[in-house]
């Protein structure tokens, strides 16, 4: 029976643990707190373990890993920029992250755009006060609007899959352009999409070329009253260019589920805290704002994947010294 440490556990998490680590003869240990160097103890004794990503992993923690005998890392999330992989190759430690169903990111995006369009946060307030009048809550219908998607990939292309059906406009800018959407969508220029789109939507992994890709510069390009979406990685929009352009009333309206400098914070109970986040701050405090705690990845299948296909991507490398998911510097 091989030895697997798992941090970050959450309760919704166990039964699917138990389910594979029965169908892959393993040996679980549950350790609720990230991974730190101080924590990597908890793993000697054990080749793998398996991590989310709601805190930093860098040299110290791959050198305590090391030092207990740890040789490889599974991520259960798609997202890998809260690892140094200079430092995991410097000491000698593998990782693969998941691919998990895109059908729950581009779903969260599609309920997010019709919230914004149809301003539901500014109804749901009123009606939590009493408040029952109609005036300012004006919406829009989709078949009059042209949407704009940034990155057309696995999840952007269901996206643009989800919205076809309401009829509205789409055009999408991407390196690489898919055959299969071109009834659907038409591609176009990044300057023309900002140009063109009433709604923003943001479907792009976080690489040097994408960082605070929505910026100032860019924000000035788009239309008055513009919708912006973000469920893809915090750090694609610069914050506070965002919240320039909202106050400006530049950008009409937006739906964030991601956010630059959200561990810590997202996915915990700080209800009794004050934080230490000026820009989450801001952006809550706006009508026509929606700040969603990095939770379009969770419905049950998409976790179910995460789970299985982290312990998978181990079982693999223990076995066999490789894994089809492994993140290669």
């Not at 055959?179 to 040097?208: A, C, N, Q, W």
Request: glycine share 8%.
């Amino acid at each position: 029976m091989r030895k697997v440490v798992a941090y970050e556990t959450r309760a919704d998490e166990f039964p699917l643990f138990q389910k594979f680590a029965r169908k892959f003869d393993l040996d679980i240990k549950y350790i609720d707190d990230v991974l730190t160097p101080e924590t990597a103890m908890e793993a000697k004794g054990a080749e793998a373990v398996t991590i989310l990503g709601n805190y930093p992993v860098g040299s110290g923690t791959f050198k305590a890993l090391r030092d207990v005998g740890v040789k490889y890392i599974g991520l259960r999330t798609a997202g890998n920029n809260h690892i140094d992989q200079e430092a995991a190759k410097a000491y000698g430690i593998r990782f693969s992250n998941v691919a998990y169903s895109p059908y729950c990111v581009a779903d969260f995006a599609t309920m997010l755009i019709l919230m914004c369009v149809r301003k539901a946060k500014q109804i749901l307030s009123r009606v939590e006060a009493q408040d029952f009048s109609v005036e300012g809550i004006q919406g829009r219908e989709m078949r009059n609007l042209t949407i704009g998607i940034i990155g057309a990939g696995r999840i952007g292309s269901i996206v643009a899959k989800n919205l076809s059906g309401f009829g509205c406009n789409l055009i999408a800018h991407d390196t690489v352009e898919r055959d299969e959407l071109r009834g659907i969508l038409k591609y176009v220029s990044l300057d023309e999409l900002l140009e063109e789109s009433d709604v923003i939507t943001i479907h792009t992994p976080l690489f040097e070329s994408t960082y605070h890709m929505i910026n100032q510069e860019r924000i000035a390009k788009i239309k008055d009253g513009v919708c912006i979406i973000n469920c893809s990685r915090g750090a694609e929009v610069d914050t506070y260019a965002l919240i320039a352009g909202i106050e400006a009333g530049k950008a009409g309206a937006a739906g964030i589920d991601v956010l630059e400098d959200e561990e810590g914070i997202f996915h915990y109970d700080r209800r009794t805290d004050i934080l230490d986040h000026r820009q989450l701050a801001i952006l809550r405090s706006f009508p026509n704002v929606i700040v969603t705690p990095h939770t379009a990845f969770y419905p049950n299948q998409a976790v179910s994947d995460m789970a299985e296909m982290a312990l998978t991507s181990l079982v693999s490398f223990v076995e066999t010294g490789k894994s089809r998911w492994e993140i290669k510097s």
